[in-house]
T-cell receptor, first 114, second 113 residues
Framework: DAKTTQPPSMDCAEGRAANLPCNHS???????VYWYRQIHSQGPQYIIH???NNETNEMASLIITEDRKSSTLILPHATLRDTAVYYC???????????????FGKGTKLSVKP | DAGVTQSPTHLIKTRGQQVTLRCSPI?????VSWYQQVLGQGPQFIFQ???????GRGNFPDRFSARQFPNYSSELNVNALLLGDSALYLC????????????FGSGTRLTVV
């Protein structure tokens, strides 16, 4: 599994875009980039994932560089409820297509301020 | 639909005791994983089960064991509890198929005294 590096903390003003970077320079060709977040005292929540192409869903956008060595999670209009610890990781799919185990690092603590 | 349910939500045990934690995945999810989260750290992978077979094991001692039942629910057992086993234990389930993320339960808070 790829080792990932994220800034320990970031601040964002409410209503502005939050751009969370992740470095995964050792990611292998068959590893997907997954993002989760954990709001205080809750279980982690899946956000988005991608392999090569940029992805967008109702929660966020994921931008993966062409060399796949880094990615950025974008929350387009951050709200106070987006305050959480955000984790990125490289995940290999198991045989049969189920997601492999997650290796959580320290993540980025995002604080959205009014 | 019900999410991933874990029981109990909280419990207190004494050093040396044994504990069993339970997890019911989302209906139709065949993959269940267990994670331990110590205060202030990210979750650490313990076990993954898929179709009732162990598919992965993290760096935890043999005091930790798990199993998955025919209905895909799962139990995590920890023997000879140590103070350091105090943590939030998280269960996550996933729908088999390319690219699905895990859905986590709210966890069981275990305190060992």
């Amino acid at each position: 599994d790829a080792k990932t590096t994220q800034p320990p903390s970031m601040d964002c003003a409410e209503g502005r875009a939050a751009n969370l970077p992740c470095n995964h320079s050792t990611i292998s060709g068959n590893e997907y980039v997954y993002w989760y977040r954990q709001i205080h005292s809750q279980g982690p929540q899946y956000i988005i994932h991608g392999l090569k192409n940029n992805e967008t869903n109702e929660m966020a956008s994921l931008i993966i560089t062409e060399d796949r060595k880094s990615s950025t999670l974008i929350l387009p209009h951050a709200t106070l409820r987006d305050t959480a610890v955000y984790y990125c990781q490289g995940v290999i799919m198991n045989y049969g297509g189920s997601q492999g185990n997650l290796i959580f690092g320290k993540g980025t603590k995002l604080s959205v301020k009014p | 639909d019900a999410g991933v349910t874990q029981s109990p939500t909280h419990l207190i045990k004494t050093r040396g005791q044994q504990v069993t934690l339970r997890c019911s995945p989302i209906s139709g999810h065949k993959s269940v994983s267990w994670y331990q989260q110590v205060l202030g750290q990210g979750p650490q992978f313990i076990f993954q089960y898929y179709e009732k077979e162990e598919r992965g094991r993290g760096n935890f001692p043999d005091r930790f064991s798990a199993r998955q039942f025919p209905n895909y629910s799962s139990e995590l057992n920890v023997n000879a509890l140590l103070l350091g086993d105090s943590a939030l234990y998280l269960c996550a389930s996933s729908l088999a198929g390319l690219g699905y993320g895990y859905t986590f339960g709210s966890g069981t808070r275990l305190t060992v005294v």
